[in-house]
């Protein structure tokens, strides 16, 4: 999937979005990186050859001067690439690739749907809505195993002020001290609670294999038209049967 030669970038720095999920900027204006919001490349490290896999970009298409990348700190490809890559190493990319394109929705409102730390492109998808489409509805529901994994939410305050919206949804009994939010996890009932306009939307549902199935399941059982579901796994981007 990565061409010999393929094009490298330096990490420019390195930002710790929470405990256990890093991002990695690149200045590409030198050598472009042209994709859509939501979509994957497929990396590798110049020197460590067990550090190559798939990382979402989790910023905006128009943003080439600093382009991150995100990993979450696991036991497999990511965890590598989260403990090990540093501001200097030179990282070698594929061309951009994925299920997620925006053209899939059409016209209609979009949905983005994740549990834990799946939710990285959906950062890329807000913003680049928020760029060039700020009258255009979206909203972000995130199903949590946690009550400390929120992501990304310095980002999802920017939003404050446009159409988007964004919902926690808690999947853990019994309530936890502190939280006000629903708990989950996503029901077709909690759907229709938290967005009573759901079957206009679109939605890009991500996750591993099987929770972005049972994920979109919940969608299809709901009364959302397949047509309107975008699944995609983060790990191989393919889309599961």
Not at 205 to 218: F, Y
Request: proline residues 9%; contains cysteine.
């Amino acid at each position: 999937m990565l061409a010999p030669q393929a094009p490298s970038y330096i990490v420019k720095k390195v930002i710790q979005e929470s405990r256990e999920v890093r991002s990695f900027a690149f200045d590409c204006r030198a050598q472009p990186l042209i994709f859509d919001p939501g979509q994957f490349v497929v990396v590798k490290h110049e020197e460590f050859e067990e550090i190559t896999g798939s990382l979402f970009f989790s910023t905006e298409p128009g943003r080439q001067e600093d382009l991150r990348l995100t990993a979450r700190r696991d036991g497999g490809f990511e965890g590598a690439f989260y403990e090990k890559v540093t501001p200097g190493d030179i990282i070698y990319m594929s061309k951009p690739m994925g299920q997620f394109r925006l053209s899939q929705a059409g016209n209609r409102p979009v949905c983005f749907v994740g549990r834990n730390d799946s939710i990285v492109s959906a950062r890329s998808l807000f913003f680049h809505l928020q760029s060039e489409a700020p009258a255009r509805a979206g909203m972000l529901i995130h199903e949590l195993t946690t009550p400390h994994q929120p992501l990304f939410e310095a980002g999802w305050t920017r939003m404050k002020g446009t159409p988007f919206r964004y919902t926690k949804i808690l999947d853990q009994s019994p309530r936890p001290t502190g939280w006000f939010g629903h708990l989950g996890p996503l029901s077709p009932q909690i759907l229709k609670v938290i967005l009573p306009d759901y079957v206009q939307y679109h939605y890009f549902v991500a996750g591993n294999p099987e929770a972005g199935s049972r994920l979109a399941l919940v969608l299809k059982d709901g009364g959302v038209a397949p047509s309107q579901i975008t699944l995609e796994s983060p790990v191989s981007g393919i889309l599961p049967a």
